[in-house]
Nanobody
Framework: QVQLVESGGGLVQAGGSLRLSCAAS????????MGWYRQAPGNQRELVAT???????KYADSVKGRFTISRDNAKKTVYLQMNSLKPEDTAVYYC??????????????????WGQGTQVTVSS
């Protein structure tokens, strides 16, 4: 069983910074893409940023230049550094990971996992 646990959310004033972390645990062989998504009340879940196994990154236009995604494969952790936060960044932030799980016959299978979410609130 694989679990993703987010931390680092909270309340911050506009212009401030937060750093989200997502640590994976369980039977894990490796990771492919890892990322962060967010969902504000009344809105659909949207992509914030992703980082591929090779390190290439992708960002939503709304966070480019302000957010930075990174990963530490040894620690099985993905991070999201959020600077210059705006009230419109307020949402529940979810971690996502494409996890390669080892099988008893050798090799691995890829599964998609989500964290439970962490609230980020930016006051004006």
């Amino acid at each position: 069983q694989v679990q993703l646990v987010e931390s680092g959310g909270g309340l911050v004033q506009a212009g401030g910074s937060l750093r989200l972390s997502c640590a994976a645990s369980g039977s894990i062989f490796s990771f492919n893409a890892m990322g962060w998504y967010r969902q504000a009340p009344g809105n659909q879940r949207e992509l914030v940023a992703t980082v591929a196994n090779g390190g290439s990154t992708k960002y939503a236009d709304s966070v480019k230049g302000r957010f930075t995604i990174s990963r530490d494969n040894a620690k099985k952790t993905v991070y999201l550094q959020m600077n210059s936060l705006k009230p419109e960044d307020t949402a529940v932030y979810y971690c996502n990971a494409q996890v390669i799980v080892p099988t008893i016959v050798g090799g691995g299978l890829e599964y998609d996992y989500w964290g439970q979410g962490t609230q980020v609130t930016v006051s004006s």
